[in-house]
């Protein structure tokens, strides 16, 4: 043992590799320029590289550059499918590989809570609750008695996903709880309670999306005839306004060109106007245009957004085959219908893939349509269990991180 220490000191002592010194600046460059994988890894390289890959400045560079080079945001583009839990799928991938497209399964908050009453109304058939009743003379061998439920079991399978902006998601992983996360480096944020959200018997429906001019995220809240917006950065809701248009609002709102939008009306039964609602995320004021002439009812419609036009679906009730495009950007004479070779009950337009076929949300499956000859195939997704609650929405790569956004 004395010699092996003598040894030891002998030997010369290997010094701690340092870290080249270079410019703050030249470090946002490159690690600006590298996959959020490789990334979240060098977190664990040192304190420095910590503090440096969680700097917001790192995180407003690597999107820059991901939004302004196709390379980076073909790379870093996803698709967030949610269908019993959330799954994320390559976007290049997608019209290269349709027989073998693989979504990895991901963490998100709430993912694993424990809710008895799920547990309870898993159990449910045909609005019927069966227990189990021991008999009094052999406990072994329970009997199932059938209960009568004072509601309608509708038990969810789905997180529901409320917008997608720069690399955040807006989700509602259960029907009381709002959450921003990021699915790329599993960061996540409970959102307060909107005060509407306690009003009786009043629908609530929400929109997200990047307030450019003051550099914020926001959640905007439309229920109960008012509309309240939650700022990342102050992590507050305020009350903004009164709703300016009739409760028909029922679907998410939809973000382009720094407003979210839904399908709204106004007027009474002799003068009833259906519009397509635009919320100014920078000014917190509403604006509308007019919806195609075809809308008679906002209730059977929705809103999306193809290509960086906006577009309005048909969403429930009845089998179509076409919706409109917005050619030109709040003008209402732009609307220009389109006819698909298939017909939908309600269709979600999600992207264009590389290979420029859209790639749809239709009836709770996703498909590829090619618009220029019509036709189209629906994709299997490996991974993902089929079930009867779906949804899908896109998303980027990036480093924005949900707490790291707040005025000090």
């Known amino acids: 043992m004395k010699k092996e220490k003598i040894m030891k000191q002998l030997l010369p002592v290997e ?5 080249p010194v270079l410019p703050q600046e030249i470090m946002v460059d490159i690690l600006s320029r590298l996959p959020i994988k490789a990334l979240c890894k060098f977190r664990c390289v040192s304190k420095q590289w910590l503090s440096l890959i969680s700097d917001p400045l790192l995180a407003k560079s690597h999107l820059r550059k991901t ?3 196709d390379c980076f945001y073909s790379q870093r583009k996803r698709v967030l499918i949610s269908s019993h839990n959330l799954y994320s799928l390559e976007y290049a991938s997608i019209g290269r590989l349709d027989e073998n497209l ?8 709430l993912k694993d809570k424990s809710n008895g009453l799920a547990e309870l109304i898993d ?9 189990e009743r021991g008999e009094e003379d052999n406990d072994e061998f329970p009997v199932m008695v059938k209960l009568n439920l004072p509601f309608c079991v509708n038990q969810r399978n789905w997180v529901d996903i409320l917008g997608s902006c720069n690399g955040l998601v807006c989700i509602a992983p259960d029907e009381d709880t709002l959450y921003l996360f990021n699915p790329s480096t599993r960061e996540s944020k409970r959102i307060p309670d909107p005060p509407s959200s306690f009003a009786p018997n009043g629908l609530s429906v929400y929109g997200f999306g990047y307030d450019f001019v003051n550099d914020d995220y926001k959640v905007v809240n439309v229920g109960c005839g008012t509309v309240c917006v939650y700022s990342l950065r102050t992590d507050s809701w305020g009350m903004v306004c009164s709703f300016p248009y009739d409760d028909s609002v029922y679907e998410s709102g939809v973000l382009l ?16 106007t259906c519009v397509v609602a635009a919320f100014s995320l920078e000014e917190e004021v509403f604006s509308h245009f ?6 008679d009812t906002c209730f059977e419609f929705m809103v999306g957004v193809l290509n960086g036009c906006l577009c309005v679906l048909h969403s429930r009730n009845q089998m179509r085959n076409d919706f409109w495009v917005m050619t030109e950007y709040g003008l209402g004479e732009s609307w220009t219908k389109l006819t698909l070779s298939l017909s939908y009950i309600c269709m979600k337009p999600l992207c264009l893939a590389q290979n420029g076929e859209a790639l749809l949300d239709v009836d ?10 019509d036709s189209y195939r629906y994709l299997v997704v490996n991974g993902i269990p089929e079930g009867d609650g779906f949804e899908a929405d896109t998303y980027l790569e990036t480093l924005v991180s949900p707490n790291g956004f707040f005025r000090t």
């Open 290 to 295: 007019p919806a195609p002439d075809i809308v």
């Open 123 to 131: 159990s449910a058939r045909d609005d019927f609750l069966y227990c």
């Open 102 to 109: 693989v979504a990895l399964e991901l963490d998100y908050p």
């Open 15 to 19: 010094e701690e590799a340092e870290i």
């Open 257 to 272: 060109n720094g407003a979210i939008h839904w399908m709204a009306s106004y007027g009474d039964e002799a003068d009833f």
């Open 364 to 373: 709770g499956k996703l498909l590829l349509y090619n618009l220029e000859d």
């Open 67 to 69: 939004i302004r080079n």
